[in-house]
């Protein structure tokens, strides 16, 4: 049993915690968080005990890795310290919103063997999962294109999206993660949209858009279409479509039961898609800590690690720049 | 150009002759109805001349062949004239409501070579036809239960109930077509049972049922279950589902356009069923027209005939005798 | 948290444990089974103690409730036990194959306030249940007709057949207490047919069927009709669809996955379903114990209980004798 | 009955002559074609006459209106002999590969009031325009974005690829105009990106492109997202999905049956999909002829009039920019 220890109980660090709590080849370690109430919540539903402080959970002997699960702006340094520790470390996206952050953290850790894996918790998804096993197994042939739709449920408070770092660092950051997952080549131009659609004023202050649309190119002419919106009013679509020469993949939409009903009007009406990530990654979640497991039992790089972290924010750089300037961007013009 | 004769031109007729008359292979000869004004409607939409009397359109020249879509009532007494006239007859379904005067009819005409038809459009939908092929290349393995749904979309008239003959022998008797073309044995034991929920107290009135379930099965084992409603508020459901040691077929429900709706509360919400007969079987009811062509050209008998016909109303009268003794039906026990 | 203990230790058992040791408001007290071996690697597994006898289970004071899952002809024993004992109990189906064992159980246990808790774990399954709540919301109208598929994937091992009691007894005995949830209403007539296509050489060693069709209607002349067959190739064929005077409302297949492929000569081709019950009723054993811990934290009967394990016996019994006696049996004839 | 003749005889102007032959509103008043051998076929197939000149169909007295099916690069001579010659017209898209010389003919045509009608016949089918009418209804609130799919089964013969225009002008020019009709609002900017990835070495040869996609923005910030293949195993993959702030609206693709099939690791299977554009729009080019009709009788503009197609191609062009450039065009830089 690999004992984790959590840093952050909000709601991912929460989430993460249960499911370390009950998964059969973990134990949760300890939980830590600033906001004690929010660790005393944790603790309390998983019978885990709190630590104080970062730095008692890298030096303790009783635990074996961590997670981190804190605000996005300490992920570098705990990452970081978790590695000077000898942890590896499970660290929720984005590494960081500053690309020069992120390249400064690469140096730190250069050359560690310890296992770093960041929460791209998508590439999990028994769906999407499959639609990647289809693509590398040749069953749509040679790929050419990668679709993917994202939407939120709805839009996030306030106060979170004034420190998100903008949708494309805070969600399309996990469709530039699917697009290089499926895509299997790194996307070597970027262009970008962003409409102010779903809340025109707030977005207008913030200086963010709600709506975009990314379109990336291989070297080979690979192409991979990002849609996404800050709300859906039906649930929280999720889909990835991958097309090629022998045929098209596509990872559908989840939804809570699959009870469809017809009546005066209509036929085949089913329930709202799954609400969020939580519901409807859950498998994925779960298999992330597999994943996690196996790189550390087995002390070998993360199947989805550090580099994939950064390379994801560079394409999100790409993206802002290429919506700026109206124009496609050279993934080598970001470093 | 086969030249046909429509008979009759009530709702199926008149769909019948705009069919003919359309149709890349046939010629609308002539248009017949008692009721005068029937026939002028029909002759002025598709151009066709009217011709008084059944006598005179089995006694022209310039008529190759007849399609029968008078009254149930006169079926028998119209095709056998046309037997005698040496005319190819497509007639609707069914040939008459009484097996004593089916046999009858079957005996007059023992013998003949001329082509007839029966009415059991079903087979030709590309669906159903799609479940059939498929069992017949073993893409099933060996057929184990065919399963019915034919539910219209909403009660008939109260005039055309009290003379259809009950549900049975006027709705089912398609689903008993059905059941021995994808069977491909005979049925040799029945079962049914009747209810009155859609319009109890005039079912009671009529003596007949509104919802009803038959089992069939053959000397091998293999089992047919249909259901029936009088009623369905979705639209015309009309399904067919071959399940064998190999796996399962099924032909799905059909829709006017395959737009689907996702909002608030819901997702995927289609159109209703196309309404009824003539939208849902629109290519079937012209396949069933080339069927025809096909068979009156080469001079041989039709793929769907007389004691196919006969054969589904034998099964009625299985089923409805078991409703009645509340036992199952040796098919044998009926002539 | 709810400390329940595991008798037997077999698959379901094993299943049960597992749950119960992950499940947030229980813990597994105890495991227990007459095969040591099998209680060992369940414990091993989960980390809970062996008790080595039922007795030493219904007397301890560190067990509040207790599941049965031994072999089914230690059920109604250890039933009566655990109700001398005071212990609720949640007790796989069937509670036996004789249905006059039953009565006398019955007989034993009647006045008691323990909350008894019979497996038919499908009422709790998602998609069933939102047909369930579709009916009793009023959202198809009055119901008129259930319809519901049951195929296992494959042939359970002879030796288990042996044993089994016959496919009615044994795999439509879920399909009966389904029909009575959807229906509301307890069916008075019952109509059967089983057919040996699956395995007929040992089906007819057996005496059994592997392939079955059953309709049962209600007193207001609600029909329900269930086939089921012992081996379907595409997996764990599982489907309820209620059908009434507003509309339909269908439970449909579940798969591991929701990718489909296109491909040359086909679309949307999907994963077969889940395989069998761990997998595809997951949720719904999870919520079977939600359900009891319900009842027993709230000292009330539970919402499916002795008695709906006795009535789905009587319809089991009542389709064994119409299949032989090829008529409608009154479930009033069966006690 | 409103007398049309063909212009063109070729696969789309033959399938055209049998739809208003067959029409219940149309004659086909004459067919012509250069190629003597095809007006003679389509004759022989509709019975219609064949006229040897455009000329002698624009001077006719028993020619109401003329559908032109001709090569592209003669549509606009003709389409302006029409309206010269006082006929209302329907014509093939695109007008012409130019820009500049459909911008002449907008001049030529000035001011007429004779109905003009574009072949864009996806607006009339029936869940593209299911989509459209929800969009207008407001079922989806607001408009966000419109993602159009549209990959051909197979790459044309080189032969036409040639002649063709390239991939934008000769097969996006379907989905620019469906854009225009969902958005209805009219793009601003056009951003675009093409590979060679079907058939790298001819599309090299030709300075053409086969797999590309498209994304255009309105003033407004709306978004409309087109993903184009020149080849696709499944069959003819033609998809439009609108999605606003209270839903989404999907028009999905079609099938010859609705059967589907499950096996042995698999299920669910359908068939592919409508191979090319006679089968698939069908529907859609018996209501194209309708809403001419319509507009002739009615003496008023058509749905989709010349200024569609006009726009249209303006898109083709920024697109073919955007391509070069590498960055947004702005509809305004085109003229």
């Not at 993660?177 to 004023?201: H, N």
């Not at 017809?262 to 800590?289: M, N, T, V, W």
């Amino acid at each position: 049993m690999l004992r984790i220890a959590v840093l952050g109980c909000g709601r991912i660090g929460a989430m993460h915690a249960a499911n370390i709590a009950s998964h059969r080849r973990t134990q949760l370690a300890a939980v830590q968080d600033i906001n004690i109430a929010a660790a005393e919540a944790v603790a309390a539903a998983t019978g885990a005990r709190i630590m104080h402080s970062a730095a008692d959970i890298f030096s303790s002997a009783d635990v074996d890795a961590v997670l981190i699960a804190t605000a996005t702006d300490t992920h570098a340094d705990l990452l970081e310290q978790a590695v000077a520790a000898g942890k590896p470390v499970l660290c929720e996206k984005p590494i960081d919103l500053s690309l020069a952050r992120v390249n400064r953290c690469a140096e730190v850790i250069r050359g560690t063997s310890i296992p770093i894996q960041i929460g791209f918790v998508r590439r999990f998804d028994p769906g999407h999962k499959a639609v990647y096993d289809a693509v590398r197994a040749g069953e749509i042939g040679e790929l050419h294109q990668v679709i993917i739709t994202s939407r939120d449920p709805g839009l996030a408070p306030q106060a979170y999206l004034k420190v998100s770092g903008g949708i494309l660092r805070d969600m399309t950051i996990h469709d530039f993660d699917m697009a290089r997952f499926i895509l299997g080549e790194e996307p070597t131009s970027v262009l970008a949209v962003g409409s102010r659609l779903v809340a025109p004023m707030l977005m207008e202050s913030l200086g963010d858009h709600d709506t975009i649309t990314v379109v990336m190119t291989t070297a080979s002419g690979k192409q991979a279409i990002i849609t996404n919106s800050r709300e859906a009013a039906y649930g929280y679509d999720q889909r990835v479509e991958a097309f090629g020469s022998k045929g098209m993949a596509i990872s559908k939409n989840r939804r809570p039961n699959h009870m469809s009903l017809s009546g005066k009007g209509f036929s085949d009406r089913a329930a709202p898609l799954l609400h969020f990530f939580i519901e409807r990654y859950q498998e994925a979640f779960s298999a992330e800590i597999d994943a996690f497991v196996e790189a550390v039992e087995a002390n070998r790089p993360a199947v989805v690690g550090f580099e994939d972290g950064r390379q994801a924010l560079v394409l999100a750089e790409a993206a802002i720049r290429s919506m700026s300037e109206g124009r496609a961007i050279k993934v080598s013009e970001i470093s």
